[in-house]
Every structure is written in structure tokens, then in C-alpha cells.
């Protein structure tokens, strides 16, 4: 799905050659300052990489449409933006900008149940919890129905139980969909539990001198 080759950005990255396949859900796992954010946001073009290639779907990311991109290769990180208005729009928000057909109340109604969101379609958005807000961005990607999704440590202000209800909901719906995942996360339990396959950091990177 991506291939990463004789990839350098400023002193952060140097990546020889790295892939990661695709209908897999995959971990990025290493310490903190490790590289694991900018290498996912050079996976949906939001960085550049200095030199070298990333591509996506054996095409290099930068040639793509950045709107066309984003479609297909969803982001989801650990602030999760409400945009103004309800529930319901926050939730909807990305299936249109992905131009899928609008889902019906109902079916919203059990995404909101099955995430244990206690909310309505018609609260305000701007007026939930952060873990409330997670949530919901969670249910916003899940319905773009996009073809990979880059998670950057998404569950950072859920409990232990949300965070196993909302990554149990998540990777199974993903599976069932036969579709590609990339989460970043600082929890070696979570990395293990969720993942099909693990990348260190430290085996990904080439040491300065090497």
C-alpha cells in the first residue's frame, strides 16, 4: 500500500526503505520524539518528505490530488476538531466531503450507541468532553468509509474501557471492510492487542553514520 525509499526529512527521519501493507491494521510503535507523527502525516501528503520517494499505490503521494488524496487516506489524531453545529453534522461532516450518500438518523443513532455516546444528533458539538469529542471523531471517519486510515494516538483522553469499546468497534468494522489502518500509540499492550503488525521505529530508521 505505501512504500517508503531513501526517504530524508530534516534530522527527524531517514528512512531506506520501509513498506506497509495493505487490509492490515499496522502499529508504528517507538518512544516519543521517535519520528512515529511525521512519518503518518507524510502518509496523506500533510508533510513532504526532503528527498526520496513515498508512494501510494506504487504513484508518489505528491502527485496526487491533495483533496483526491484525503478522500481516500483519512487522518485522525489525538485533538479531535469539532467543526461548528450539531452531532449529527460532526458526524456527517466527512461523508460529504468525501461525497458518499447521507446516512439515515438511524443508523447514526446506533453508531452513537454502539460508541456509548449518552448524546443526542442535536447536542452541540462544541459542548462535549474530549473523550466525547474522540468519540465522535472516531464515528466521523468510520462513515467516509475511506480506503486507509492514519490513527495518531486517537484515544489520548478515553478511559481504559472506552478506549477498548471504541479500538474493539474500530479495527473489527476495518477488517470487515478489508481496509488498511496505521495507529500510532505509546501503549505496547494496545500495540499488541490491536495490531496485525508491529513496526519499531528504531528498526524503521537508519542511525546517523550508518
Do not use: W
Not at 487490509?23 to 520524539?33: D, K, P, Y
Not at 503521494?61 to 461548528?84: N, W
Not at 471523531?137 to 492514519?150: H, K, N, Q, S, T
Amino acid at each position: 500500500m505505501f512504500q517508503l525509499r531513501h526517504v530524508q526529512f530534516k534530522d527527524i527521519l531517514h528512512i531506506e526503505n520501509f513498506s506497509i501493507p495493505g487490509q492490515r491494521v499496522c502499529c508504528l510503535f517507538g518512544e516519543s520524539g521517535s519520528g512515529k507523527s511525521t512519518l503518518l502525516k507524510m502518509l496523506n501528503g500533510m508533510l513532504t518528505q526532503d528527498s526520496g520517494e513515498v508512494l501510494y499505490k506504487n504513484q508518489e503521494i505528491s502527485s496526487y490530488d491533495p483533496v483526491d488524496l484525503r478522500k481516500e487516506v483519512v487522518m485522525l489524531g489525538q485533538d479531535a476538531v469539532m467543526f461548528e453545529g450539531t452531532v449529527r453534522d460532526n458526524l456527517l461532516i466527512g461523508r460529504k466531503f468525501s461525497g458518499k450518500e447521507e446516512t439515515s438518523d438511524q443508523k447514526l443513532g446506533e453508531l452513537l450507541n454502539a460508541l456509548r455516546l449518552g448524546k443526542q444528533l442535536e447536542d452541540e458539538a462544541d459542548k462535549l468532553s474530549g473523550g466525547e469529542k474522540q468519540r465522535v471523531a472516531f464515528g466521523r471517519v468510520l462513515l467516509m468509509d475511506a480506503e486507509v486510515y492514519l490513527l495518531d494516538e486517537p484515544t489520548s483522553a478515553l478511559d481504559v474501557e472506552t478506549e477498548t469499546l471504541v479500538m474493539d468497534l474500530f479495527t473489527n468494522q476495518l477488517r470487515e471492510r478489508d481496509k488498511t489502518a496505521v495507529f500510532v500509540t505509546h501503549s505496547k499492550e494496545v500495540a499488541e492487542k490491536y495490531a496485525d503488525e508491529i513496526f519499531y521505529m528504531n528498526d524503521i530508521l537508519v542511525s546517523e553514520g550508518t
